[in-house]
């Protein structure tokens, strides 16, 4: 508990910084040093017949025991790319070439050796990446070739990943996947002939690319739910970490105070992977400087257990009195599951009075800082932003007194937070990822099954500062007893060829987005 407590005071501190756009720190804390290696799992059948079934984990054991190479991984994702990306929409650029290059150096024995040795992803389009088109989905990048990595991709190749293309992404990541003027681009994986159906947040095609195997793992980034509600929506795991976790540097920004770039994963185990590798801190950016380490979040992912599994740590799960209010039959079974799971222990608590005020109307306050940095393009030419110039409209008719209210309230959230509702537990149910965003803590989303419609349904997890281990503790076991991660949607048929026209996906209206990216 004494770590706790240090970690909210490094945490308040940190978020005081933040706002004020200054440095906490100029000692760095450390990045998790030990080389991250994965651990011996179960491979699977399906994996085994299917390289593109195969998680990272599966992935990189089957690798290490001479079983699949990096070559027909990427191939066998490439190849997929090509048979369904007309359906999907899943990427922005796909570079195919470069990435059987990188995988056919790997088998080589060329190249980073590292823990993703071979692995190919998918990247998010709002990170730099080195000599590849970076748009952000919008008209004001869509010429811009970066010079340099984000440190996060940078990261990543560092420990063998290979760049299989950029996921395609809302609008400057506003809304859900559409072109710059509005009209629809990726689908949900699991329903791709009706892209009416939510697929999650902007980070829809690093979602959908992963869902339909056509990438081992991605990232994507998080400012008002987008890394855990296309997990949610995709029978994913994503992990939003906690603030000042992994460098932003190189992502094209939307809000200072509020930007998190994470994982969006097949299970929890890759998803710890991934961030062990993007997290620690970075010169470059001084939200990630002066934080505690890193911890071990594979070994955290690892379920333990001889006789029966149970979660490493015991560990209070916060239920709020409104959690069974949607879904309630699969919330329900989830509940239940997971509270006989030895260790666990489901605590209920109640939200202060003043909770739908707090996360609700003030939650406007993060539309200025969308504004500011592109206040030279709105000047210029407002067209730029395409379907989703409303919301950046909105940010230019906040005053400095509404902002000053909203952090005031932000303040008066994170006491309300941190000194009461998890005062009573280690993490906590939510019903919507707003809270913690505005916060900056983490959260983790996985799958707990399907609604009447086959659409996957998950939930979310939120954390205290820095205890993203505490939370892949908790999705690890749950997985470990049940399967719903590894359900695979089924690949589009010939009828769903009429999808390959853009005429037929619908288009978002300038209001509709607005109202998507509130």
């Given at each position: 508990?004494?770590?706790?407590?240090?970690?909210?005071?490094?945490?308040?501190?940190?978020?005081?910084?933040?706002?004020?756009?200054?440095?906490?720190?100029?000692t760095p804390?450390?990045?998790?040093?030990?080389?991250?290696?994965?651990?011996?799992?179960?491979?699977?059948?399906?994996a085994?017949?299917?390289?593109?079934?195969?998680?990272?984990?599966?992935?990189?054991?089957?690798?290490?025991?001479?079983?699949?190479?990096?070559?027909e991984?990427?191939?066998?994702?490439?190849?997929?790319?090509?048979?369904?990306?007309?359906?999907?929409?899943?990427?922005?650029e796909?570079?195919?070439?470069?990435?059987?290059a990188?995988?056919r150096?790997?088998?080589?024995?060329?190249?980073p050796?590292?823990?993703?040795?071979?692995?190919?992803?998918?990247?998010?389009?709002?990170?730099?990446?080195?000599g590849?088109?970076?748009?952000?989905?919008?008209?004001?990048f869509?010429?811009f070739?970066?010079d340099?990595?984000?440190?996060?991709?940078?990261?990543?190749?560092?420990?063998?990943?290979?760049?299989?293309?950029?996921?395609?992404?809302?609008?400057l990541?506003?809304?859900?996947?559409?072109?710059?003027?509005?009209?629809?681009?990726?689908?949900?994986a699991?329903?791709?002939?009706?892209?009416?159906?939510?697929?999650?947040?902007?980070?829809?095609?690093?979602?959908?690319a992963?869902?339909?195997?056509?990438?081992?793992?991605?990232?994507?980034?998080?400012?008002?739910?987008?890394?855990?509600?296309?997990?949610?929506?995709?029978?994913?795991?994503g992990?939003?970490?906690?603030?000042?976790?992994?460098?932003?540097?190189?992502?094209?920004p939307?809000?200072?105070?509020?930007?998190?770039?994470?994982?969006?994963?097949?299970d929890?185990?890759?998803?710890?992977?991934m961030?062990q590798?993007?997290?620690?801190?970075?010169?470059?950016?001084?939200?990630?400087?002066?934080?505690p380490?890193?911890?071990?979040?594979?070994?955290?992912?690892?379920p333990?257990?001889?006789?029966?599994l149970?979660v490493?740590?015991?560990t209070?799960?916060?239920?709020?009195?409104?959690?069974l209010s949607?879904?309630?039959?699969?919330?329900?079974?989830f509940?239940?599951?997971?509270?006989?799971?030895?260790g666990?222990?489901?605590?209920?608590?109640?939200?202060?009075?003043?909770?739908?005020?707090?996360?609700g109307?003030?939650?406007?306050?993060?539309l200025?800082?969308?504004?500011?940095?592109?206040?030279?393009?709105?000047?210029?030419?407002?067209?730029?932003?395409?379907?989703?110039l409303l919301?950046?409209?909105?940010?230019?008719?906040?005053?400095?007194?509404?902002?000053?209210?909203?952090?005031?309230?932000?303040?008066?959230?994170?006491r309300e937070?941190?000194?009461?509702?998890?005062n009573?537990?280690?993490?906590?149910?939510?019903?919507?990822?707003v809270?913690?965003?505005?916060?900056?803590?983490p959260?983790?989303?996985?799958?707990?099954?399907?609604?009447g419609?086959?659409?996957?349904?998950?939930?979310?997890?939120?954390?205290?500062?820095?205890?993203?281990?505490r939370?892949?503790?908790?999705?690890?076991?749950?997985?470990?007893?049940?399967?719903?991660?590894?359900?695979?949607?089924?690949?589009?048929?010939?009828?769903?060829?009429?999808?390959?026209?853009?005429?037929?996906?619908?288009r978002?209206?300038?209001?509709?987005?607005a109202?998507?990216s509130?």
């Open positions: 508990m004494a770590d706790r407590a240090l970690n909210r005071r490094v945490f308040l501190a940190s978020s005081a910084a933040v706002a004020g756009g200054v440095v906490l720190s100029a804390a450390r990045a998790y040093t030990a080389t991250p290696r994965v651990p011996d799992v179960d491979v699977r059948q399906a085994r017949n299917d390289p593109s079934e195969a998680t990272l984990a599966e992935a990189v054991v089957l690798m290490r025991r001479g079983k699949l190479t990096a070559t991984l990427t191939e066998a994702y490439l190849e997929r790319i090509e048979r369904y990306h007309a359906v999907y929409q899943a990427y922005a796909v570079t195919g070439e470069a990435a059987l990188a995988a150096k790997a088998d080589r024995g060329q190249g050796r590292g823990v993703l040795h071979g692995i190919p992803l998918c990247v998010k389009d709002n990170y730099f990446t080195d590849v088109p970076t748009r952000c989905n919008s008209f004001i869509e010429d070739v970066p340099e990595d984000a440190t996060a991709v940078a990261r990543l190749r560092q420990a063998g990943g290979i760049l299989l293309g950029k996921g395609q992404m809302g609008p990541a506003t809304t859900r996947a559409t072109t710059p003027n509005g009209t629809v681009t990726t689908v949900n699991w329903t791709p002939d009706d892209p009416s159906i939510d697929p999650g947040g902007s980070s829809t095609g690093p979602a959908c992963v869902a339909a195997r056509l990438a081992s793992s991605s990232i994507g980034t998080q400012t008002g739910g987008s890394i855990v509600l296309p997990s949610n929506q995709q029978n994913l795991t992990l939003k970490p906690t603030m000042g976790r992994v460098s932003l540097h190189g992502v094209i939307l809000s200072f105070t509020r930007d998190h770039a994470g994982p969006l994963a097949r929890a185990m890759d998803a710890a992977i961030l590798v993007m997290a620690g801190p970075d010169a470059r950016d001084p939200r990630t400087l002066g934080l380490d890193v911890p071990d979040l594979i070994r955290a992912a690892t333990v257990g001889t006789k029966g149970r490493r740590r015991a209070k799960v916060g239920v709020p009195a409104d959690f949607g879904r309630r039959e699969l919330r329900s079974a509940l239940d599951q997971l509270g006989a799971i030895p666990v222990t489901l605590v209920e608590v109640k939200y202060p009075d003043d909770w739908a005020l707090l996360t109307t003030f939650n406007a306050a993060r200025c800082e969308r504004t500011e940095p592109f206040r030279h393009w709105l000047r210029a030419d407002p067209a730029k932003f395409g379907v989703s919301s950046w409209l909105q940010g230019l008719m906040l005053s400095g007194d509404e902002w000053i209210t909203a952090q005031r309230a932000k303040n008066h959230l994170v937070v941190l000194d009461g509702v998890l009573q537990c280690d993490v906590l149910l939510q019903t919507s990822p809270p913690f965003d505005i916060l900056g803590l959260e983790i989303a996985f799958p707990i099954g399907f609604d419609d086959g659409v996957p349904a998950g939930v979310i997890l939120g954390g205290q500062p820095y205890e993203e281990d939370l892949l503790e908790v999705a690890a076991v749950y997985q470990a007893v049940t399967d719903w991660h590894t359900r695979r949607p089924a690949d589009p048929t010939g009828s769903q060829a009429r999808l390959k026209a853009s005429t037929t996906r619908p978002l209206s300038a209001e509709e987005a109202a998507a509130a």
